[in-house]
């Protein structure tokens, strides 16, 4: 308890630029998964309107489903492109001018809202959606880039997991700002969707205060002095020659070295089963059914036989259930391990919703059913922040070293937002033509990714980085144990 106040105390400045980073960076993913099942009737009224005026005719119902979904999915892409910058951008001008530079888009998404109805211009939604899905795409990842590079390693994995949280924060915050009692009404959706702008204006003033990443100072930049001044400022620790050591070897390993193409990363057989770590219990953890929950809330409470009054307050009651469990990741994951946790999880979502699917269609039996499948969704939330949602968020930064490690974030980025698209592009269509069995896909992922991680990924908990990687040289060299291939591998990948 006293180490724990004493860090505290010595680190605030580091937790209050944990904060910072955190408010413009996951939580504003959560938020903006979260915000859009509120004003859905609304936008979609607007929208029926509007082509209205235009055209002097209704618009049809699936071409009303279709511009829906895609002011839903159009967030992803947004992301996508944010994810692919953030490989680049960050590089070239510094983690601290690229999350300034991201606030601005935030800020001209939220301008994009307010005066899409005064247009009557549903475009314009499009268009601020798009834009607040580059701002979360960039966030995400140079939120993460920026703490880790300013941490100690002592904190570096616990912060890290802060992402996490933050995310489930700004779910709890979409769905509270959302209910019809604060800003889910006809006349106010506008000023709800332009909510982004808020941490947006908050992370942009806060952080023209603090100094850019230690390590991208001293070992992209050079700069030693300003290093150690940004090191003094953010520890209030005078003694940093350990820390000022480990950044100088770390230099040196990368001397005349570049840092791998997505290409490289993606046909390197020395990372062949990083590669698939990353991809499929990670970056794939949007076909675990989580986001679909968030994204048609309200539709999956009605097809459990909930009243429409109550809808509002259990979708609160998800975002909270998320973020307490997610607290709770923080404390077990260094304890119970990566691979249990995730491992286990997904097969615990896996038999839940499969349980779910068999409620779901006999919830008319009993008047109590309903009620059953509001737990077991609960349940499903509950499982998820425990594990995947956390695990997926720590366990990328163990698979690769400094040369890979950019590239590598670019494809997890990619195939994540990719995910969210599809499945915000066409699970209402999945809904309509499968009803209450939609969840069997999910059923299937999980399933797949659970038995995926407890039988080939390895434990990386309480670990090194090389004794990691040659944990996994045995998955990747498993038919080819040659001394020369194993000193190909050591070549490749140590810089």
């Not at 994995?157 to 700004?170: A, D, E, K, R």
């Not at 409470?301 to 259990?314: C, I, K, P, Q, T």
Request: proline fraction near 3%; hydrophobic fraction near 50%.
């Amino acid at each position: 308890m006293g180490k724990a106040l004493n860090d505290l105390m010595q680190y605030w400045r580091l937790y209050l630029l944990t904060l910072v980073l955190g408010i413009g960076g996951s939580f504003q993913y959560g938020m903006q998964v979260s915000i859009m099942s509120s004003p859905a009737e609304h936008i979609q009224s607007f929208v029926n309107q509007t082509w209205l005026g235009r055209y002097e005719v209704p618009v049809d119902d699936s071409t009303n489903m279709l511009i829906w979904s895609f002011i839903v999915s159009v967030f992803s892409l947004g992301g996508w492109v944010g994810a692919i910058h953030s490989g680049s951008l960050p590089v070239t001008y510094g983690r601290k001018k690229a999350l300034l530079f991201n606030n601005i888009v935030a800020l001209v998404a939220a301008l994009l809202m307010v005066f899409s109805l005064m247009s009557k211009s549903f475009e314009m939604i499009l268009l601020g959606r798009f834009l607040y899905g580059y701002n979360v795409g960039m966030g995400l990842s140079v939120h993460l880039m920026y703490l880790g590079e300013s941490s100690p390693k002592k904190l570096r994995g616990f912060l890290t997991l802060t992402s996490s949280i933050f995310i489930g924060l700004g779910k709890v915050m979409g769905q509270i700002v959302g209910i019809k009692e604060v800003m889910g009404t006809d006349d106010m959706w506008p000023w709800l969707m332009a909510l982004g702008g808020l941490p947006a204006i908050i992370q942009f003033v806060t952080l023209l205060f603090f100094p850019e990443a230690p390590r991208y100072l001293y070992i992209d930049k050079g700069d030693t002095e300003g290093s150690k001044k940004a090191l003094q400022w953010l520890w209030q620790e005078d003694d940093l020659k350990m820390e000022m050591d480990d950044m100088e070897k770390e230099r040196e390993s990368m001397q005349g070295q570049k840092s791998k193409t997505v290409w490289e990363v993606l046909t390197s057989r020395c990372v062949r089963w990083q590669v698939l770590a990353l991809v499929i219990p990670c970056a794939c953890v949007q076909f675990c059914g989580i986001n679909a929950i968030y994204f048609y809330a309200f539709d999956i409470f009605r097809e459990s036989g909930v009243a429409e009054d109550n809808m509002h307050y259990l979708s609160i009651g998800i975002g909270a259930t998320e973020l307490i469990s997610i607290s709770l990741c923080s404390l077990l994951i260094d304890r119970a391990g990566r691979k249990m946790l995730m491992g286990y999880g997904y097969l615990l979502m896996g038999v839940i919703m499969s349980i779910l699917v068999v409620m779901l269609s006999i919830k008319d039996l009993f008047s109590w059913f309903p009620y059953v499948n509001i737990a077991l969704i609960f349940s499903v939330i509950c499982v998820y922040g425990l594990g995947p949602s956390g695990v997926s968020m720590a366990l990328p930064a163990d698979l690769f070293l400094q040369a890979w490690r950019p590239s590598a974030y670019v494809i997890s980025g990619s195939v994540n937002w990719l995910g969210l698209f599809l499945i915000g592009m066409f699970f209402p269509y999945i809904v309509d033509a499968l009803g209450q069995f939609c969840f069997l896909v999910f059923v299937a992922y999980c399933m797949f990714s659970s038995a995926f991680m407890l039988y080939f990924i390895p434990e990386t908990k309480g670990k090194s980085m090389v004794e990691i990687m040659e944990d996994f040289n045995k998955l990747n060299y498993k038919n080819r144990g040659t001394d020369t291939e194993k000193a190909d591998f050591v070549l490749e990948t140590t810089f």
